[in-house]
């Protein structure tokens, strides 16, 4: 099955990336995600809220839908803070590991409730994402990089291909879906490289088979279902998304 999802697919991928491309592929990068969620007592989304995180490193973005992504954060412990007009603000701390996106989701209250301040889940984790002042160009065969890290019957996976000062190729193999959510600092262009799928991108749903291109600006909600028997593979470039 691996093999026919691969064939007919011979390109590789030149990107601007740190030194040393085979060993920052041979370990991935200690980075990690918060997938937030806002929402008031009754569970309905609270929109334009805006999003402060701040910690190894500080951003700030709005959440138009009531959702957020914050990616490509460096491991470590961070407070976030939850403001909107007509509520109370919240705040919470949370420690961001390497892996898998890690939900937040809270509730924010009419005003008249005092911020909340959570303690630290954990003790943060030890490493930190690679850096690098002058880039060096990457090569790479695609297909034989699929081949050896192939999703098989998991969820889902995601592999960081290079990434530069102005942006980051990631490789997505994904079996389940991906819900709604936000790339708050970063454009994303999707190029589908097999299976077949769906892109919904806010009232639209656009269907995705190999060959299929798309763009993503910022701050646009949207998510992926794959379908069928195989894998939907892409190749998921977001500019403005540093290192």
Request: charge should be positive; aromatic fraction near 4%.
């Amino acid at each position: 099955m691996r093999k026919m999802l691969l064939s007919g697919v011979a390109f590789a991928v030149l990107l601007t990336a740190v030194p040393a491309a085979a060993q920052h592929r041979a370990r991935p990068a200690r980075t990690a995600t918060f997938a937030v969620h806002v929402t008031d007592p009754s569970g309905a989304p609270v929109r334009d809220v805006l999003i402060t995180v701040t910690g190894p490193v500080t951003r700030s973005a709005r959440a138009a839908v009531g959702r957020l992504a914050f990616e490509n954060l460096p491991v470590g412990t961070y407070k976030l803070r939850f403001e909107r007009d007509g509520f109370a603000p919240l705040e919470r701390t949370m420690t961001a590991r390497a892996g898998a996106p890690i939900d937040v989701t809270v509730t924010m209250k009419r005003p008249g409730a005092e911020p909340a301040v959570d303690a630290p889940t954990a003790a943060p984790a030890a490493g930190g994402p690679m850096h690098a002042s002058v880039p060096a160009p990457v090569v790479l065969d695609l297909p034989s990089f699929i081949e050896k890290n192939y999703v098989g019957s998991k969820g889902g996976k995601s592999d960081e291909i290079a990434c530069g000062a102005g942006g980051m190729a990631t490789l997505m193999q994904i079996n389940d879906p991906i819900r709604e959510h936000v790339h708050a600092d970063a454009d994303e262009f999707i190029y589908v490289i097999a299976g077949q799928g769906v892109v919904r991108v806010a009232n639209r749903a656009e269907s995705l088979s190999a060959g299929v291109f798309v763009l993503l600006p910022r701050g646009t909600p949207h998510a992926f279902a794959p379908s069928g028997r195989s894998p939907l593979v892409m190749m998921s470039t977001r500019a403005g998304a540093p290192c």
